[in-house]
């Protein structure tokens, strides 16, 4: 599960509350406080495509689904100065893509819904791109890193 809530849905009280984890702000501190060792947090499990926020530093991701629509995976790629990512459609059938299209926007995926893209072109075309993810980043992208220093010391 996720330490951010990436819609409305997800913050608490929300339809997905369930989808950020219990202790997400007691985590996002202990992340926080080894800042700048950790500046990357990859979660998935949300389903929805590539998307991040960067919340005191740390860049929280969130992955898309490989087993459902938007049927994607991402490869990452770490420097000591970048990251790098890039998002490619599972390599099946664009059927099988389609299907997964389908069972996303109504039956069995009627659950999945969020709130702000009620059934209908309108709501389907919003759920679609939610899904997908932001343009812009949803394909490919990078962010800058902080360089860390490492101090290896040792004691006798």
């Known amino acids: 599960h996720n330490f951010v809530p990436w ?5 608490p009280g929300g339809k997905f509350a369930k989808f950020v984890v219990d202790n997400a702000k007691d985590a996002m501190k202990i992340f926080e406080k080894y800042y700048p060792s950790v500046q990357v947090v ?3 499990h949300r389903h929805i ?3 991040y926020k960067t919340i005191n530093g740390i860049n ?5 689904a490989l087993v459902s629509y938007p049927n994607k995976y991402t490869i990452f790629t770490i420097t ?27 039956k069995p995926g009627e ?6 893209a009620p059934p209908g072109p309108e709501g389907d075309k919003k759920m679609l791109e939610f899904f997908l993810g ?23």
């Open 60 to 64: 929280y991701f969130v992955c898309p």
């Open 111 to 116: 659950w999945w819904r969020p709130s702000f």
């Open 42 to 44: 990859i979660s998935g």
């Open 49 to 51: 495509g590539l998307r």
């Open 134 to 156: 932001p343009k812009g980043i949803r394909d490919k992208g990078s962010i800058t890193l902080k360089p860390v220093t490492v101090t290896v010391g040792f004691k006798y």
């Open 80 to 106: 000591p100065t970048k990251l790098t990512w890039e998002t490619k459609w599972a390599p099946v059938a664009d059927t099988i893509i389609e299907i997964a299209k389908k069972n996303l926007l109504g």
């Open 7 to 11: 819609c409305d849905d997800d913050k």
